[in-house]
T-cell receptor, first 119, second 108 residues
Framework: EPEVTQTPSHQVTQMGQEVILRCVPI?????FYWYRQILGQKVEFLVSFYNNEISEKSEIFDDQFSVERPDGSNFTLKIRSTKLEDSAMYFC?????????????????FGQGTRLTVV | GIQVEQSPPDLILQEGANSTLRCNFSDSVNNLQWFHQNPWGQLINLFY???GTKQNGRLSATTVATERYSLLYISSSQTTDSGVYFCAVVMSGNKLVFGAGTILRVKS
């Protein structure tokens, strides 16, 4: 069964360092997302990406964050200068349609997450 | 923005018991999904259910979109059902808005 894969599963970084979280979405999907979950809290939307550009971003997704689809399979989230409060589980997700214009399925599938710890 | 409320926040069951988890949402939605977050933190898709009823083994879900709620039923619970159950709704733009989750503990 197709799945979203994320690497690394766990990353520890020093405050102020840059990190890149990597994702391989499901191959025929067109819409990609990043979410994060601070320990013990709900899952929060960060950004959505379609056709090589950001579709929507939350207020959390400030200038420290960027996303990129460097090739036909990878989707990355970069945090330029990490802060302690960036420590969280980061989830990548993908779906094959936006709003179902023709009755299609917009179900989103999530990767296993990358646990980022900033020290 | 839309509010997604889940109840109960915590639930302890004896193995074999049945349970119902509820998700209320404050506005019309395009889609609703249920997830199980296992102890390793993975989000497992349970149901994609904008409306109607679906069943998958011991789990089933019903969404009544006109009344803005969804229910997740777990029958004959097992210890492996433990974890956090999230519902998430989709607004325009396809972003998912998650509820705070229900923490389920099934005791043997």
């Amino acid at each position: 069964e197709p799945e979203v894969t994320q690497t690394p599963s766990h990353q520890v970084t020093q405050m102020g360092q840059e990190v890149i979280l990597r994702c391989v979405p499901i191959s025929n999907h067109l819409y990609f997302y990043w979410y994060r979950q601070i320990l013990g809290q709900k899952v929060e939307f960060l950004v959505s990406f379609y056709n090589n550009e950001i579709s929507e971003k939350s207020e959390i997704f400030d200038d420290q964050f960027s996303v990129e689809r460097p090739d036909g399979s990878n989707f990355t989230l970069k945090i330029r200068s990490t802060k302690l409060e960036d420590s969280a589980m980061y989830f990548c997700a993908s779906s094959d349609l936006l709003i179902p214009r023709t009755g299609g399925n917009t179900e989103a599938f999530f990767g296993q997450g990358t646990r980022l710890t900033v020290v | 923005g839309i509010q997604v409320e889940q109840s109960p926040p915590d639930l302890i069951l004896q193995e074999g018991a049945n349970s119902t988890l509820r998700c209320n949402f404050s506005d019309s939605v395009n889609n609703l999904q249920w997830f199980h977050q296992n102890p390793w933190g993975q989000l497992i898709n349970l149901f994609y259910i904008p409306s109607g009823t679906k069943q998958n083994g011991r789990l089933s879900a019903t969404t009544v979109a006109t009344e803005r709620y969804s229910l997740l039923y777990i029958s004959s619970s097992q210890t492996t059902d433990s974890g956090v159950y999230f519902c998430a709704v989709v607004m325009s733009g396809n972003k998912l808005v998650f509820g705070a989750g229900t923490i389920l503990r099934v005791k043997s």
